[in-house]
């Protein structure tokens, strides 16, 4: 209320929907419900479906020719002027439909009045909504495209690279960088998949739906469809301007794929500590501390680690907003849109970042062989050494662990043990640790598909490769 009277009418009523009011919006209330600091990012799409609709109107005698000339041009220049920044948005238009809309009256007059014919801004910013999704999944696989690009260049020179794989953070067993890397590559071609599927089920136009139930008069739907790049219209009109689970999508999609950046910014932050001393981020990508003179700091991938909390919990926003709303469109809808572009914005500036990053740290391959050499990531072969000779594997097993423990209370080397210091614990140990134990031999024991191997790792090389140019052909 702020210090207005309640039964003082006001002054004019600014209401943009005329008729029915007669008090304008008090201006607490204006602020409160304005969108247009955020939905201006529907622009363009906005104007695309206004363009579309006008000249669908024209096609079915709904508008005059003349009137459609002057709304299509008038939308093109008033377009134009947002992109270049000239565009002055007013709160008082509460949202990017209502000041596009006023923006027209100024330039063109009375005709601005008919753009609106047989649609409600319900069926409006669902149309829009939709368009930009489509647009921000395509970016989304194209920055995973080029990150997928980075980890697999990384990934080909490090195919002899060897470091310890880990399970719980501990020493697991020895495996190829281009194999850890490669891992990667497979979580980022399904992340990029998840957009593609996305876009499949963004391809019908909920335009025409009207504020709910569609419209009376006889708008051609297919027509609007056709001109935005959908295979057609939406099949029922309350689903159309009520559902938000494109976005929802969207946005778990882009969770997700942020989980998967998080991860690798975790390893890397782990990485380049002295301890690990796995990998060193160009100074391009750290910073340095601004009291303690030695040091330099992962904070690319700490943010993207960060980062990733806001886009999980944008999923979280729309889910619960979406949550108790009866059909069909409610006011709670507007509040899809920060989230969304949020998500939008943070993923594409992480993809980048993280790409850069890749593309430019210095791996520490003695730090990585030292690491791996510990002949313990070993134990599992001297177990399936006595599988090799009938041995059942959970008494292997057993006598491995014994072999192990003995070699860490007497400080021995697992690796330097004899013929006979292994056969005083199983009789059936073909050799000694020394020709039994080997890192190189270990990993092109892996020969299953999908194992350490050389050849396979070359093999997924090659077929991630393969998939890439596929996609980035279709992509063109
Ligand atoms: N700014 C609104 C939104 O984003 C547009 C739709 C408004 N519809 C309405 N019935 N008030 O949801």
Known sequence: MAGRDA??????PTKLWGGRFQ????????????SVSFDRALARYDIRGSIAHARMLAATGLITPADRKAIVAGL????????????????????????????????????AGRLHTGRSRNDQVATDLTLYLLDACRSAEAGLRQLRGVVLERAREHVD????????????????????????????????????DLRGRLDRAPLGSGALAGSTLPLDREQTARELGFVGPSRNSMDSVGSRDGALEFLSAAAICMIHLSRISEELVIWSSSEFGFVELADAYSTGSSLMPQKKNPDVPELVRGKTGR??????????????????????????????????????????VTAGALATLRVGRERMAAAASDPMLLATDLAEALVREDVPFREAHEVVGKLVAHCVEGGLDLGALSKEELRRFHPA??????????????????????????????????????RLANEEEDAE
């Open 7 to 12: 039964d003082d009418p006001g002054s004019a």
């Open 23 to 34: 008090q304008a919006t008090d201006p607490v209330v204006e602020r409160f419900s304005a």
């Open 76 to 111: 093109e220049q008033i377009g134009a002027d947002i992109e270049a920044g000239r565009f002055a948005f007013q709160d008082r238009l509460e949202d990017i439909h209502m000041n596009v809309e006023s923006a027209l009256r100024d330039r063109i007059g009375e005709a």
């Open 161 to 196: 690279t060897v470091l310890p794989g880990y399970t719980h953070l501990q020493r697991a067993q020895p495996v190829r960088l281009a194999h850890h890397w490669l891992a990667y590559f497979e979580m980022w071609t399904r992340d990029a998949e998840r957009f593609r």
């Open 311 to 352: 886009v999980v919990g944008n999923l979280m926003t729309l889910l619960t907003v979406v949550k108790g709303l009866p059909l069909t469109y409610n006011r709670d809808l507007q509040e899809d849109k920060e989230p969304v572009f949020d998500s939008a914005r943070t993923l594409g500036d992480c993809l980048d």
């Open 429 to 466: 140990f073909p050799a000694g640790a020394p020709e039994l134990l080997d890192v190189e031999r270990a990993l092109e024991e892996r020969d299953l598909p999908g194992g350490t191997a050389r050849a396979r790792v070359e093999e997924a090389l090659g077929e991630a490769a393969a």
